[in-house]
């Protein structure tokens, strides 16, 4: 099994080392879930459709690392408040090897 390691800052500025498998098809939003970082009900709330902004983050590095936002994500980023240029939403951002060592901050709620 091959896993990454990510950074992850919550809501409260509380910094997270995590480590993720990369052979489980996991998105970010479902390793801050599966981690327990943010209380339950508050990260993912449309499980992962992209379709709200409820699992908003902020690339802190290797933002070039990820893939290109999806048509589907810039729209629902564009509706969203807090919204920086760094933003991305964490269930569409899939754990991969591209992305070890990956520093996020989750947005505020």
Known sequence: MSEVKIT???RKGT?????????????LMEVIRAYEIEPE???????GMAMCASCQVYI??????LSPKSDEEDAML????????NSRLGCQIPI???IDGLE???AQE
């Open 60 to 65: 802190l590095n290797n933002q070039d690392s």
């Open 41 to 47: 009900g508050t990260i993912g709330i449309c499980g």
């Open 104 to 106: 996020i901050q989750i």
């Open 8 to 10: 992850i800052i919550d």
């Open 15 to 27: 910094k997270h080392e995590v480590v993720a498998p990369t052979d489980m098809s996991m998105n």
């Open 96 to 98: 991969q090897q591209n």
């Open 78 to 85: 564009s509706e969203a408040f807090n919204v920086k240029e």
